[in-house]
Structures are given as structure tokens and as C-alpha cells.
């Protein structure tokens, strides 16, 4: 009765549609799977860095204009959090849309939300000009961000991974992470460029909205190129079979539960990693060094393609030593990181830079095998819910707090606290790893 029901529910017309549209002479190839990831999660991450970034440049002045620079960023970096709370709720509702619309549908509303909520934030008013009821908003529009996020898993880099050769599973689990990076150097480069062409006043009267309104073409664009993808062949006959399928949480909980608690925790090192050297710094440099934002935001720049190097080593690295043992090696070298390279953003350009350059180096390689890694544990039933259920606590346990407890720790007792911050999720990837056995295999 249940498979009847999902199978009947999908909305095949819509999604057989959009991919008749786009796809070249209507198919879709392997390679087109791949380069519609990429553009669902560079999207997905250009969203999270203009709103990170704005958290640092922007509303700290524009919505709590009546506290110091340090405060203001704090209140910001706590609403920041918002959308990783909000992120599980979303998940669990659109969840339920899957199930009983289908994921084209699902994956439509979630996208518009998303681009909706982010736009609307080009649209916020000014503490001068409602006074209160502007961070109020700002809460409102974060977590319509947020739960839209929960509905953006659409299963595509199971669907990479599950079709890998078993010698290149690396190389595939890694494609889908290539996005953050990506989103990253846009972003920045999007807001460097504003910084340098307009007048202070004019970038914190009208010029940081346009990046709110590019997110919102940006995923449009995303929406056709992903749904066209997940009616390929090869979807829906994974779907068919129940390997991609959505199962009800409570049921996969049940069976399963220990495979998506450890598999939340296995990323930690990377996730606070990713936030210690993406959001946070940004706001330790602009608020204690007096350099201009435009540098950090060059350096960051280079960060990224860095990472983004990083990310595609990982998945040769990952092919030739196992997944397992390049998490826990990139874990380990993450927890001798957090004893040192904090401190290095208190002494200037120098050490800003070797602190970037190093940690976007262990973050593409630690990151870039991050997504994914307990997805084969999953039994065929629970796959497709399990997966995305991993991701999202992941993200709320290893990064939903990171750039607000960094900065309250390096504010308060210095930045060594930082790095003790950093080490514990090492210590905790490296716990989930010892515990699951399973991933002892090399090609798990």
C-alpha cells in the first residue's frame, strides 16, 4: 500500500516536462547529473554567504544600529542560527510534500521559498526606520530561509553515489560539495566589488540588497536545471525500487537511528572548520583590526579556489586510501590546526593569511568527503530519507552556532578558545568514526 501510494504520487508530468525542455535531445547524461549538483548546491551556498557576509558588513549598523559594533554582530551571528533551527522543521514538512506530491513539486515550492525569503531581505527596512519590528523581519525572513533549506534535498548526489564505480566513489561524493566553495568566491566577490565602487554611505543605504536580488534569479535558474534532472531514467528506477524513495522519519529513526547519529556527528571537525574560516574570521578582522573588509574579502577570494582545489583532491585521495581513514586523517590534522592557527588572526595581513590558505586546504579535503559518507550504511528502504536527515542534523549540531560561540569565546578569553572550540569537533569526528566500524571499509 505504501509504495502504491508513492509511486502514484509522483509528479512525473512536471518533471518529465522541464527535463524534455532542457535536456539535450531529450536525454540526460551522466555528465549532466553532475553539473546540475554542482548548480543546486552553488546556489543553495551563494544564499548562505550573502546572508553570512551581510551578517558581518550589514546589519550590525542597519538593524542594531543602538548597540556597539561587537553586540550587533553577536545579535546577528544569533540569528544567523535561526535557519539551522528552523532547517529540521522544514525537512519533516517537505518531507511530507515528497511523499505525497512528489518531489518536482516539492522541490519547486522549497526553491521559490528559499529565493522568495532571500529576496525579501533586499526589501528590509532600517532600525531608523520601524525601529524593532526590523530585526523581527530579518528573524522572519532567516527562518523562511531555513525551512525552505529543508526542502532542497533532492536526492541527486545519492543518485551520483549510487552509480559510481566502487573505485571512484570518492571522486563522485565530492562533486556535490564542490558548491561551497563556489558559492563562496561569488558571494564575496559580488560584495568586494560593491564595497570598492560605491560610497560607504551608498553600500549601507541601497547597494548590499542587490545581492539578495541575484540570489533570487540565481535559483530559478537552479529550480529548471534540478528538476529536469530528477526525472532521468536512472532516477526513476532507483525511485521505483525504493532506493530513493522518502520513508517516514519516525520508521527510519526506528531502524536506523544510530546510523544517522553517527553519521551527524562523523563531520563535525569538518563543519565548525567550515564556519572558522568562511563567516567567523570576517567578523574578528573587521571588528578588531581595522583593515578594510575588501582585503579580507579578497583573501577569502583565494580561499575558495583554494578549497575548491581541495575539495577535488579529496575525492582522488578518498579512491586511493578509503574514505574512513582520509575523515579521520583530515580530522587529526584539523585538531593540531586548533592549536595554533587561530592566533595567527591577531597578527596581522601575514597571518591572516596563513591561517585562510591552511584551513581552506584541510576544509576541501575533510569537507569535500564529508557529504554522504553513511549513505551506503542505509538499507534501500530508509535511503533516501536518511541521507537527508544526516545532512541536516549534521549541519545543525557541527554549524549552526559556530560563527556566534567563536565570537562570543575569542571576544571573551582570546582566540585560543577558538581553537578549543575547533578541537572538539575533531575529537567528536573521530568518535563517530571509531564507533562505526563499518566505515572501516575503504569502500564504504
Known amino acids: 500500500m505504501v509504495a502504491s501510494t508513492l509511486g502514484t504520487a509522483n509528479s512525473t ?29 552553488s546556489t543553495e551556498f551563494f544564499d548562505f554567504f550573502v546572508y553570512a557576509i551581510a551578517s558581518v558588513l550589514v546589519f550590525p549598523s542597519l538593524i542594531f544600529p543602538y548597540v556597539n ?109 564542490l558548491g561551497a566553495p563556489i558559492g563562496l568566491f561569488v558571494a564575496a566577490a559580488v560584495f568586494a566589488f560593491l564595497l570598492t565602487t560605491l560610497k560607504t554611505a551608498d553600500f549601507l543605504e541601497w547597494g548590499w540588497r542587490y545581492p539578495f536580488f541575484v540570489a533570487f534569479v540565481i535559483n530559478v535558474v537552479a529550480l529548471f536545471a534540478r528538476l529536469r534532472l530528477i526525472s532521468t531514467p536512472e532516477f526513476e528506477e532507483l525511485f521505483e525500487s525504493r532506493e530513493l524513495q522518502p520513508s517516514p522519519v519516525t520508521q527510519m529513526f526506528r531502524e536506523e537511528g544510530r546510523t544517522v547519529v553517527l553519521g551527524a556527528f562523523a563531520p563535525l571537525a569538518s563543519f565548525a572548520l567550515f564556519h572558522l574560516v568562511t563567516v567567523f574570521p570576517l567578523s574578528w578582522v573587521v571588528l578588531t583590526s581595522g583593515e578594510s573588509a575588501v582585503h579580507f574579502l579578497v583573501i ?11 575539495v577535488a583532491a579529496s575525492g582522488t585521495i578518498a579512491d586511493r586510501i578509503g574514505r574512513r581513514t582520509l575523515l579521520g586523517v583530515s580530522a587529526a590534522l584539523i585538531g593540531a590546526y586548533s592549536g595554533f592557527a587561530p592566533q595567527l588572526l591577531g597578527r596581522g595581513p601575514s597571518g591572516e593569511w596563513v591561517y ?53 569565546l575569542a571576544s571573551n578569553f582570546g582566540l585560543i578558545f577558538v581553537g578549543a572550540y575547533l578541537l572538539s569537533g575533531a575529537a567528536c569526528t573521530l568518535g563517530a568514526l571509531a564507533l562505526n566500524r563499518e566505515w572501516g571499509r575503504k569502500t564504504a
Open 13 to 41: 508530468t512536471l518533471e518529465r516536462d522541464a527535463r524534455l525542455i532542457n535536456a539535450r535531445e531529450h536525454e540526460v547524461r551522466p555528465g549532466d547529473i553532475a553539473v546540475g549538483v554542482i548548480i543546486g548546491r
Open 69 to 177: 559594533a561587537l553586540t550587533g554582530t553577536l545579535y546577528s551571528f544569533a540569528i544567523f542560527a535561526l535557519a539551522f533551527i528552523a532547517r529540521p522543521i522544514g525537512a519533516f514538512v517537505f518531507l511530507w510534500v515528497d511523499r505525497r506530491h512528489g518531489r518536482g513539486v516539492k522541490l519547486t515550492i522549497a526553491m521559490f521559498l528559499l529565493g522568495g525569503s532571500t529576496a525579501a531581505m533586499a526589501f528590509l527596512p532600517s532600525h531608523a526606520q520601524v525601529g524593532g519590528v526590523a530585526a523581527v523581519l530579518l528573524a522572519i525572513f532567516r527562518l523562511g530561509q531555513g525551512f525552505a533549506q529543508g526542502g532542497t534535498w533532492d536526492g541527486l548526489p545519492a543518485l551520483l553515489s549510487l552509480n559510481a564505480p566502487q573505485n571512484r566513489r570518492g571522486w563522485f561524493a565530492m562533486i556535490p560539495q
Open 300 to 310: 577569502e577570494m583565494v580561499g575558495a579556489v583554494v578549497g575548491l582545489l581541495a
Open 356 to 408: 585562510m590558505i591552511l584551513g581552506f586546504v584541510l576544509l576541501g579535503i575533510s569537507f569535500g568527503q564529508s557529504s554522504g559518507a553513511t549513505n551506503s550504511s542505509f538499507s534501500p528502504r530508509h535511503r533516501y530519507t536518511g541521507a537527508g536527515t544526516t545532512a541536516t542534523a549534521s549541519w545543525f549540531i557541527g554549524a549552526a552556532f559556530a560563527p556566534l560561540a567563536a565570537l562570543l
